[in-house]
Protein backbone atom coordinates (compact mmCIF):
# COMPACT_ATOMS: atom_id res chain seq x y z
CA UNK A 1 0.00 0.00 0.00
CA UNK A 2 1.23 3.22 -1.10
CA UNK A 3 1.53 6.08 1.20
CA UNK A 4 2.93 9.58 1.39
CA UNK A 5 3.50 11.40 4.45
CA UNK A 6 4.12 15.12 4.54
CA UNK A 7 5.57 17.33 7.33
CA UNK A 8 7.47 20.47 7.79
CA UNK A 9 4.46 23.13 7.41
CA UNK A 10 3.46 26.11 9.82
CA UNK A 11 3.70 29.58 10.09
CA UNK A 12 6.47 31.99 9.01
CA UNK A 13 6.62 35.53 8.28
CA UNK A 14 7.50 37.19 4.58
CA UNK A 15 10.95 36.21 3.53
CA UNK A 16 11.20 33.32 5.74
CA UNK A 17 12.13 30.05 5.12
CA UNK A 18 10.60 26.22 5.48
CA UNK A 19 11.76 23.00 4.54
CA UNK A 20 8.42 20.41 3.69
CA UNK A 21 9.53 16.92 3.69
CA UNK A 22 7.17 13.77 1.73
CA UNK A 23 8.55 10.36 3.22
CA UNK A 24 7.13 7.92 0.50
CA UNK A 25 6.61 4.22 1.41
CA UNK A 26 5.16 1.43 -0.37
CA UNK A 27 6.64 2.46 -3.77
CA UNK A 28 9.83 3.12 -5.64
CA UNK A 29 10.59 6.04 -6.11
CA UNK A 30 12.91 5.59 -9.29
CA UNK A 31 9.54 4.40 -10.67
CA UNK A 32 7.49 7.65 -9.92
CA UNK A 33 7.69 11.21 -10.54
CA UNK A 34 6.81 13.24 -7.45
CA UNK A 35 5.72 16.49 -7.57
CA UNK A 36 4.35 19.33 -4.62
CA UNK A 37 1.08 20.80 -5.46
CA UNK A 38 -0.45 23.22 -3.23
CA UNK A 39 -4.17 24.55 -2.40
CA UNK A 40 -4.86 27.92 -1.41
CA UNK A 41 -9.01 28.89 -0.07
CA UNK A 42 -10.81 29.58 -2.61
CA UNK A 43 -8.81 28.03 -5.39
CA UNK A 44 -7.99 25.77 -7.72
CA UNK A 45 -4.92 22.93 -6.91
CA UNK A 46 -2.08 23.89 -8.86
CA UNK A 47 1.34 21.89 -8.73
CA UNK A 48 4.65 23.52 -7.95
CA UNK A 49 7.41 21.00 -8.54
CA UNK A 50 8.52 17.84 -9.65
CA UNK A 51 11.52 15.86 -9.30
CA UNK A 52 12.31 12.26 -11.91
CA UNK A 53 14.82 10.85 -9.88
CA UNK A 54 15.04 8.36 -12.81
CA UNK A 55 15.41 10.71 -15.63
CA UNK A 56 17.07 13.26 -13.65
CA UNK A 57 14.90 16.11 -14.55
CA UNK A 58 13.05 18.69 -12.35
CA UNK A 59 10.92 21.31 -13.05
CA UNK A 60 9.00 24.88 -11.52
CA UNK A 61 6.36 26.40 -12.22
CA UNK A 62 7.11 30.13 -12.48
CA UNK A 63 6.48 31.52 -9.88
CA UNK A 64 8.47 29.70 -7.10
CA UNK A 65 11.78 29.61 -9.72
CA UNK A 66 14.57 30.95 -7.64
CA UNK A 67 12.98 30.74 -4.14
CA UNK A 68 11.72 27.44 -4.26
CA UNK A 69 14.09 23.62 -4.27
CA UNK A 70 13.04 20.18 -4.81
CA UNK A 71 15.24 17.06 -3.97
CA UNK A 72 15.67 13.83 -2.86
CA UNK A 73 17.41 12.22 0.49
CA UNK A 74 20.75 11.11 -0.86
CA UNK A 75 20.56 8.73 2.15
CA UNK A 76 16.67 8.20 2.84
CA UNK A 77 16.05 7.66 -1.03
CA UNK A 78 12.37 7.36 -0.21
CA UNK A 79 12.07 11.20 1.28
CA UNK A 80 11.74 14.42 -1.52
CA UNK A 81 12.01 17.66 0.23
CA UNK A 82 11.02 20.77 -1.19
CA UNK A 83 13.30 23.80 0.52
CA UNK A 84 10.95 26.85 0.11
CA UNK A 85 12.39 30.22 0.63
CA UNK A 86 11.48 34.11 0.40
CA UNK A 87 8.40 32.96 1.26
CA UNK A 88 5.29 35.53 0.20
CA UNK A 89 1.64 35.60 1.65
CA UNK A 90 0.78 33.78 -2.13
CA UNK A 91 2.62 30.93 -1.04
CA UNK A 92 0.09 30.34 1.45
CA UNK A 93 -1.43 26.83 0.90
CA UNK A 94 -2.10 23.28 1.90
CA UNK A 95 0.43 21.47 0.35
CA UNK A 96 0.45 17.83 -1.15
CA UNK A 97 2.70 15.51 -2.17
CA UNK A 98 1.95 13.18 -5.07
CA UNK A 99 3.45 10.51 -7.17
CA UNK A 100 2.79 8.85 -10.52
CA UNK A 101 4.12 5.96 -12.08
CA UNK A 102 6.79 7.25 -15.19
CA UNK A 103 4.97 5.58 -17.89
CA UNK A 104 1.62 7.62 -17.24
CA UNK A 105 3.73 11.19 -16.49
CA UNK A 106 6.54 13.16 -16.95
CA UNK A 107 7.76 16.28 -15.10
CA UNK A 108 6.71 19.03 -16.46
CA UNK A 109 3.73 21.30 -16.92
CA UNK A 110 1.74 19.13 -18.17
CA UNK A 111 1.67 16.91 -15.57
CA UNK A 112 0.63 20.24 -13.77
CA UNK A 113 -2.03 21.10 -15.84
CA UNK A 114 -4.15 17.58 -15.44
CA UNK A 115 -3.87 18.24 -12.26
CA UNK A 116 -4.26 14.58 -11.42
CA UNK A 117 -2.25 11.96 -9.68
CA UNK A 118 -2.39 8.67 -8.80
CA UNK A 119 -1.24 8.91 -5.03
CA UNK A 120 -1.87 11.85 -3.04
CA UNK A 121 -0.38 12.83 0.66
CA UNK A 122 -2.66 14.49 3.30
CA UNK A 123 -1.11 17.55 3.01
CA UNK A 124 0.14 20.28 5.45
CA UNK A 125 -0.22 23.71 6.00
CA UNK A 126 1.86 26.68 5.18
CA UNK A 127 0.77 30.42 6.44
CA UNK A 128 3.40 32.72 5.04
CA UNK A 129 1.77 35.96 7.33
CA UNK A 130 3.18 38.73 9.34
Known amino acids: QVHLVESGGGLVQPGGSLRLSCAAS????????IGWFRQAPGKEREGVSC?????????YVESVKGRFTISRDSAKKSTIYLQMNNLKAEDTAVYYC??????????????????????WGQGTQVTVSS
Open 98 to 119: AAVPRWRRTCDGRWFQARTSDY
Open 51 to 59: IDSNAGSIY
Open 26 to 33: GIFVDLVV
